[in-house]
């Protein structure tokens, strides 16, 4: 990506995390940007391939961040899904995922502009579920349910703020998962053969 268009992807981003996407429209982004319209289809061809690359940023940003923390983070006994739950729910990172699951509603409604983008999306994230899951724990069908159980648990979240339920109702999940493990080795062994 040229450093121009980074840096005017940088500048949307900042743009869609206090505005949102809702309502959007390129002659008034472009203005608050300081910018023309035809500059923006020049970099991202149109609403749609400039949402894309939104998309992909957040991702990208949120993943490097989430790499970061797994990276830096002390062995202890916390679940990785729950630590990983007080990470996404700070502020700081809450405002991506915002804007993440607004573009992803988008998204949704426009299949066929974003089939390919969502699909990268979801085995990226797919992917850092799994590997960031320990032993017995770490298999595809588990990363799926949990990625589902967090989505649905911080989409929650940024509708209600209700910190305390919902950290409860993750909690609970998690003990359920600890629980089963020994469901899950049947599970793969029924599997196996």
Same mark, same amino acid.
């Given at each position: 990506?040229?450093?121009?268009?980074?840096?005017?992807?940088?500048? /949307?981003?900042?743009?869609?995390?206090? !505005?949102?996407?809702?309502?959007?429209?390129?002659?008034?982004? +472009?203005?608050?940007?300081?910018?023309?319209?035809?500059?923006?289809?020049? !970099?991202?061809?149109?609403?749609?391939?400039?949402?894309?690359?939104?998309?992909?940023?957040?991702?990208?940003?949120?993943?490097?961040?989430? %790499?970061?923390?797994?990276?830096? &983070?002390?062995?202890?006994?916390?679940?990785?899904?729950?630590?990983?739950?007080?990470?996404?729910?700070?502020?700081?990172?809450?405002?991506? #995922?915002?804007?993440?699951?607004?573009?992803? *509603?988008? +998204? *949704?409604?426009?299949?066929?502009?974003?089939?390919?983008?969502?699909?990268? %999306?979801?085995?990226?994230?797919?992917?850092?579920?799994?590997? %960031?899951?320990?032993?017995?724990?770490?298999?595809?069908?588990?990363?799926?349910?949990? *990625?589902?159980?967090?989505?649905?648990?911080? #989409?929650?979240?940024? /509708?209600?703020?209700?910190?305390?339920?919902?950290?409860?109702?993750?909690?609970? #999940?998690?003990?359920?998962?600890?629980?089963?493990?020994?469901? *899950?080795?049947?599970?793969?062994?029924?599997? &196996? !053969?």
């Amino acid at each position: 990506m040229s450093t121009r268009k980074q840096v005017i992807l940088d500048e /949307v981003l900042e743009y869609l995390l206090e !505005h949102g996407v809702s309502g959007l429209s390129l002659r008034p982004l +472009a203005g608050a940007l300081n910018t023309s319209p035809r500059m923006l289809m020049f !970099h991202f061809k149109s609403k749609e391939g400039l949402l894309q690359d939104v998309m992909q940023e957040v991702n990208r940003r949120l993943q490097t961040k989430l %790499s970061a923390l797994a990276a830096t &983070a002390p062995r202890r006994r916390t679940a990785p899904l729950k630590m990983f739950w007080e990470w996404a729910t700070r502020r700081d990172n809450l405002v991506y #995922f915002r804007l993440l699951y607004e573009t992803q *509603i988008v +998204a *949704i409604l426009n299949p066929e502009e974003y089939a390919v983008t969502m699909k990268q %999306s979801a085995l990226d994230w797919r992917g850092l579920a799994l590997q %960031s899951m320990s032993e017995p724990f770490r298999e595809q069908p588990l990363a799926d349910v949990c *990625i589902a159980v967090f989505d649905g648990l911080l #989409f929650d979240f940024i /509708v209600t703020g209700e910190r305390r339920r919902l950290t409860s109702a993750l909690d609970r #999940f998690i003990s359920i998962v600890r629980q089963g493990v020994g469901g *899950i080795d049947q599970y793969k062994s029924r599997k &196996a !053969h």
